[in-house]
């Protein structure tokens, strides 16, 4: 059975820090590119960041530049996605998703086969 799982989501201060994990069983990422993703109350799911197969290019959205930092391990089939000066607007369930090719694009959501079930990230004091 193909899945990806997250953890790593929680409570955390404005301006803390989190680091998510995102699993994948029943397959090898290696020759995937991985996406994280983002769904706020009432907005549609947006894109994060992803990483190429070989870590080779990373692409970001624009509220999350200089903050959040994607990177894989293919090695333990496990993408990460740090996250730095968090604030109150970060607050999402966020998710993982892999799409089989090696190139990076965030968007659009559809071309992505596999997702994760979300984790809960909540910035607030």
């Known amino acids: 059975q193909l899945q990806l799982v997250e953890s790593g989501g929680g409570l955390v201060q404005p301006g803390g820090s989190l680091r998510l994990s995102c699993l994948a069983s029943g397959f090898s990422l290696h020759y995937y590119a991985i996406g994280w993703f983002r769904q706020a109350p009432g907005k549609e799911r947006e894109g994060v960041a992803c990483?190429?197969?070989?870590?080779?290019?990373?692409n970001y959205a624009d509220s999350v530049k200089g903050r959040f930092t994607i990177s894989r391990d293919n090695a333990e089939n496990t993408a990460y996605l740090r996250m730095n000066s968090l604030k109150p607007e970060d607050t999402a369930v966020y998710y993982c998703?892999?799409?089989?090719?090696?190139?990076?694009?965030?968007?659009?959501?559809?071309?992505?086969?596999?997702w994760g079930q979300g984790t809960q990230v909540t910035v607030s004091s």
């Open positions: 990483i190429s197969s070989s870590s080779g290019s990373r």
């Open positions: 998703a892999a799409v089989a090719r090696p190139s990076c694009r965030i968007g659009p959501l559809t071309q992505y086969d596999h």
